[in-house]
């Protein structure tokens, strides 16, 4: 017997920004959700098409994954391009053979908001006004009041034998 499965999320209006992506039934912490998808080019292409893009705006769908590929998902992306930032995350990105998929960390009720931390990274030539630029707007009390990394990180501490998550980055062009 085949049976259809219920989607695991839709896209609707956010009171977090814009459109937002909800969970339409329970699932489960380590569920593999969605890949993030769009067209794979360049950072340099990725710097090119966005070039004439105001200072001000902070609406992106470019996802870093590594030094050599960034994911436009303006072009041939998917809803995962819908899924907002949060300082208190339910969900986290994780880079798999060079592709972004989203993962829940916790198990997440049906009509909960999906969101992962962008961990935006912050640049030398950045304007004073970045953090206002990339506010956070998640709501949570823990909320750090920006998508950026924070100014300065923590370095992590190296338990012996183990290792440490690097998550990967998605990131804002000027």
Not at 9 to 38: D, P, Q
Not at 45 to 56: F, G, I, L, M
Not at 106 to 123: A, C, H, M, N
Request: include cysteine; hydrophobic fraction near 30%.
């Amino acid at each position: 017997m085949n049976t259809i499965r219920k989607p695991m999320f839709r896209v609707r209006r956010s009171r977090v920004h814009g459109l937002g992506v909800f969970a339409t039934r329970r699932i489960r912490k380590g569920t593999r959700i969605v890949e993030y998808l769009g067209e794979r080019i360049s950072h340099r292409e990725a710097d090119r098409r966005y070039a004439t893009k105001a200072a001000n705006d902070n609406h992106t769908f470019l996802y870093i994954v590594d030094r050599g590929v960034v994911i436009d998902a303006g072009v041939d992306g998917n809803d995962a391009r819908f899924i907002n930032h949060g300082c208190d995350p339910n969900c986290e990105s994780v880079t798999e053979n060079r592709r972004i998929y989203i993962e829940a960390i916790g198990t997440i009720q049906p009509g909960d908001e999906l969101k992962y931390d962008y961990s935006i990274g912050r640049d030398r030539d950045d304007p004073p006004n970045i953090d206002e630029i990339f506010a956070c707007r998640c709501g949570v009390a823990s909320c750090r009041g920006t998508m950026l990394w924070p100014a300065k990180r923590p370095k992590p501490r190296l338990r012996k034998g183990r290792k440490v998550r690097t998550p990967a980055r998605k990131t804002a062009r000027k």
